[in-house]
T-cell receptor, first 112, second 110 residues
Framework: NAGVTQTPKFQVLKTGQSMTLQCAQD?????MSWYRQDPGMGLRLIHY???????DQGEVPNGYNVSRSTTEDFPLRLLSAAPSQTSVYFC???????????FGSGTRLTVV | SQQGEEDPQALSIQEGENATMNCSYK?????LQWYRQNSGRGLVHLIL?????REKHSGRLRVTLDTSKKSSSLLITASRAADTASYFC??????????FGSGTKLNVKP
């Protein structure tokens, strides 16, 4: 039972490049979300999904896209990376909406 | 923002002492949760308390919730060096969203 798997663990991008952060869970969780963590600012919600085919925006969605074609996968796409997107990104899932989260180990992204 | 705000931002205690962290939030909630994050790692769920509950225990953890004051506290009894971590509260409302605070950094000195 792997839990929540995020790849890659580290990434350096140049300004303007695009990339996809992968997130997969094997717990049959319906609720999945993406957060970014910046020093002194806690975790901020980017996008979330309450089930396959359903996504919605969080606090800081600009510059990010998501899709949820399967229950297991919830990739986060950066369309045109900016230095302001330098952060640690966490994917999390829970069995139902409002239940305790299981977090992935994070992706540390640097945009230069 | 509905973010919870933890207080204090940093706490340093000796092993064996109790550690208390507080969380305040702004709007009505469905439940409140506490998480621990060791340096460089993902967050780990500790405990969930629902809006109709006032107190909950799990091992050395005790959580209280006062919805009239929109606040919660996390008490860690008989702390150990392994409890050194950042602790976050997260509030869940009925609009499918969690909001995290900025955390309390706990240092337990051996």
């Amino acid at each position: 039972n792997a839990g929540v798997t995020q790849t890659p663990k580290f990434q350096v991008l140049k300004t303007g490049q695009s990339m996809t952060l992968q997130c997969a869970q094997d717990m049959n969780h319906e609720y999945m979300s993406w957060y970014r963590q910046d020093p002194g600012m806690g975790l901020r919600l980017i996008h979330y999904s309450v089930g396959a085919g359903i996504t919605d925006q969080g606090e800081v969605p600009n510059g990010y896209n998501v899709s949820r074609s399967t229950t297991e996968d919830f990739p986060l796409r950066l369309l045109s990376a900016a230095p302001s997107q330098t952060s640690v990104y966490f994917c999390a899932s829970s069995y139902g909406v409002g239940d305790g989260y299981t977090f992935g180990s994070g992706t540390r992204l640097t945009v230069v | 923002s509905q973010q919870g705000e933890e207080d204090p931002q940093a706490l340093s205690i000796q092993e064996g002492e109790n550690a208390t962290m507080n969380c305040s939030y702004k709007t009505s909630i469905n439940n409140l949760q506490w998480y621990r994050q060791n340096s460089g790692r993902g967050l780990v769920h500790l405990i969930l308390i629902r809006s109709n509950e006032r107190e909950k225990h799990s091992g050395r953890l005790r959580v209280t919730l006062d919805t009239s004051k929109k606040s919660s506290s996390l008490l860690i009894t008989a702390s150990r060096a392994a409890d050194t971590a950042s602790y976050f509260c997260a509030t869940y409302n009925n609009f499918n969203k969690f909001y995290f605070g900025s955390g309390t950094k706990l240092n337990v000195k051996p």
